[in-house]
């Protein structure tokens, strides 16, 4: 065991950031923590009144244009100060993140953190890059498309990557020139406010970034049927988006974005040029972050001739991941982030050895002592593809295993769930690697690796999975609109 991350002294924050200043809540809700089922502070439970106060003070910064109109250089000076503050408070931030989320702090300081400050970087970067078209020659006509902000956006994020989901939409939403309002989800708000906070020291000017802690069917309800915000940039699951596309549809008609969910196969070919490499990552593609990720390799898919030793290997890796206390920098695996994940965890566990899987390792709850939300990495074998644990997302530490003969199969199984975010194909054959990365209808497929993930490559899935993408230059694109210009000339003098 390692020194545990200090958090004497450190400030919860609590309160949602409105036109510039945090706002005194009218309400407040327990923030628990799932490392020990403790209360660690009040945070504000916005309502519909505070999210039209954020709305009118960021459709007032658009309309102004005290942070559209600033030029390129200044938008991207306040971005870098931005990113670098994240840096600065790198300790600070990651140890809220654990607290708040429940996920070992190593894995907050090494990815979750800087990575969200890379974001920020990404877009500074990118912010004057983004061309518009001239349109093709005509006569007496001259005309070219340009790149329009969309105005406000109303960001609403999950909980599993609190800060970085939130800078994978603010960023590049304020690169684009718009007001965002931003919406934590209400297991893990604490980083989303201190972002709101840092922005404004970085200079960007008050109501260009709302933040507006709370509940989905409050806060996030109020942002999705609000006349006035033009678009909702979404992650979370499937049944939330489905409501989002409803809220749009029954008021402005604002467009929508959703990262959805997924279930997403490993599919390992007996001739993988590195068994210990997939086996690794068939673990760790499922066992990151708690297995709460969108992109988790649920699936693991295994030609039959190697998949009793391949199996084998994945639950020896498996075993000695053992959950731990988050702020322990040791722990590789923390806490699911509330009772209530935890609880539907082991229910589709029940579920899955009652439709006939066989479990290998795991299933149970441990550190109940602890008070916090803990459940070991599940494996289990010989899972029917038709079966819930195959079909249905667990969003938590459960890998199914299920044998392939042929490659079709193989593609065939890949395909028949309704989602479609990432996957992964182990194979020496180069002509394969190129047949499944088409025929595996999601949006990431990584060929000898997992997560081979980047600010530069577009993000996002297929079917179920959701529509429009996060990073890169595209997520540029899907904050703003295009507009056609046209000057008609008059006649030679
Ligand atoms: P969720 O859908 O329950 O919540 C996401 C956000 O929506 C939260 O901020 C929540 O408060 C809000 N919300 C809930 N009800 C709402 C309502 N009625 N109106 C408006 N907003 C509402 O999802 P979750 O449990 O926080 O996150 C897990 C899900 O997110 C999983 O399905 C996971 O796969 C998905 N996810 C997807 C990606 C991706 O990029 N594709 C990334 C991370 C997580």
Same mark, same amino acid.
């Given at each position: 065991? +390692?020194?545990?991350a200090?958090?004497? %002294?450190?400030r919860?924050p609590?309160?949602?950031i409105?036109d510039?200043a945090?706002?005194? #809540? ?10 020990? %089922? ?5 945070v504000?439970?916005c309502g519909?009144?505070?999210?039209d ?7 007032a ?14 938008k991207?000076q306040?971005?870098h100060?931005l @990113?670098?503050l ?8 990651a140890?809220?993140?654990?607290l708040?989320?429940?996920k070992?702090?190593a ?15 990404y ?6 890059? /983004?061309?518009g078209e001239?349109?093709?020659h &005509? ?7 340009? &790149?329009?902000?969309?105005?406000v956006?109303?960001c609403?994020?999950p909980?599993?990557?609190?800060l ?7 960023a590049?939403?304020?690169a684009?020139?718009?007001?965002v =309002?931003?919406?934590?989800?209400? *297991?893990?708000?604490m980083?989303a406010?201190?972002?709101g906070?840092? @922005? /404004? ?6 109501g260009?970034l709302?933040v507006? #802690?709370g509940y989905?069917?409050e ?6 049927? &609000? ?5 909702? !940039? ?7 988006g489905?409501l ?7 008021s ?5 974005? /959703?990262e959805? %969910?997924?279930?997403?196969?490993q599919i390992v ?6 068994m210990?490499?997939?086996a *690794?990552?068939?673990a ?5 972050n708690q297995?709460?990720v969108?992109?988790a ?5 295994v ?8 199996? !084998? ?10 959950p731990g206390?988050?702020l322990?920098?040791?722990?590789r ?12 965890v082991?229910r589709r ?10 479990? /290998?390792? +795991?299933g149970?709850?441990v ?5 916090g ?18 079909? *249905?997302?667990?969003f ?10 042929t ?5 065939r199984?890949?395909? *028949? ?5 990432a996957? %992964? =194909? ?5 002509t394969?690697? &190129? ?11 990584w ?8 600010i ?11 529509f429009?993408?996060?990073r890169?230059m595209?997520?540029?694109e899907?904050y ?5 210009i046209?000057?008609?000339? +008059?006649?030679?003098?």
């Amino acid at each position: 065991m +390692g020194e545990l991350a200090r958090t004497d %002294g450190l400030r919860l924050p609590g309160r949602a950031i409105v036109d510039g200043a945090a706002v005194e #809540p009218r309400a407040t809700f327990d923030n628990v923590s799932p490392r020990d %089922g403790g209360i660690l502070g009040q945070v504000a439970r916005c309502g519909a009144a505070d999210v039209d106060r954020a709305v009118a003070s960021a459709r007032a910064a658009f309309e102004d244009g005290r942070w559209r109109e600033q030029p390129y250089r200044a938008k991207k000076q306040v971005l870098h100060k931005l @990113a670098d503050l994240i840096e600065t408070h790198l300790e600070e931030l990651a140890t809220l993140e654990s607290l708040d989320m429940g996920k070992p702090i190593a894995d907050a300081r090494a990815f979750d953190i800087p990575a969200s400050a890379n974001s920020f970087r990404y877009y500074a970067e990118a912010l004057d890059k /983004l061309y518009g078209e001239v349109g093709p020659h &005509h006569p007496d006509r001259i005309s070219w498309v340009v &790149h329009e902000p969309l105005g406000v956006i109303g960001c609403i994020v999950p909980w599993n990557f609190p800060l970085n989901m939130a800078a994978w939409k603010v960023a590049p939403a304020l690169a684009m020139g718009n007001s965002v =309002v931003l919406k934590p989800a209400e *297991q893990s708000p604490m980083t989303a406010i201190r972002l709101g906070e840092l @922005a /404004l020291e970085a200079g960007l000017p008050p109501g260009v970034l709302n933040v507006v #802690p709370g509940y989905g069917e409050e806060a996030g309800q109020a942002l999705g049927r &609000h006349m006035d915000v033009d678009m909702l !940039a979404f992650t979370g699951s499937g049944s939330v988006g489905g409501l989002l596309m409803r809220y749009a549809g029954k008021s402005n008609l604002k467009r929508v974005s /959703l990262e959805l %969910g997924g279930k997403s196969p490993q599919i390992v070919f007996a001739d993988c040029p590195d068994m210990e490499a997939a086996a *690794q990552a068939a673990a760790w593609g499922i066992f990151f972050n708690q297995g709460e990720v969108c992109t988790a390799a649920s699936r693991l898919l295994v030609e039959n001739g190697i998949k009793a030793e391949f199996v !084998a290997r994945v639950v020896a890796i498996a075993k000695a991941i053992v959950p731990g206390d988050p702020l322990d920098p040791d722990t590789r695996f923390g806490a699911m982030v509330s009772e209530e994940q935890m609880t539907g965890v082991l229910r589709r566990i029940q579920r899955a050895e009652a439709d006939g899987a066989k479990l /290998l390792l +795991g299933g149970q709850r441990v550190r109940e002592e602890s008070g916090g939300f803990f459940v070991t990495p599940t494996v289990f074998d010989d899972v029917d593809p038709a079966s819930a644990l195959a079909q *249905q997302e667990v969003f938590g530490p459960v890998l199914g295993a299920i044998g392939f003969d042929t490659t079709e199969e193989a593609f065939r199984l890949a395909n *028949q769930t309704v989602y479609g975010l990432a996957a %992964g =194909v182990w194979t020496a054959d180069v002509t394969r690697a &190129h047949r499944a990365a088409r025929a595996i209808r999601s949006g990431l497929v990584w060929i000898n690796g997992w997560d081979a993930c980047d600010i530069t490559m577009p993000f996002g899935g297929f079917r179920q999975s959701g529509f429009g993408r996060d990073r890169s230059m595209h997520a540029l694109e899907k904050y703003a609109d295009l507009k056609a210009i046209t000057i008609t000339l +008059g006649p030679q003098k």
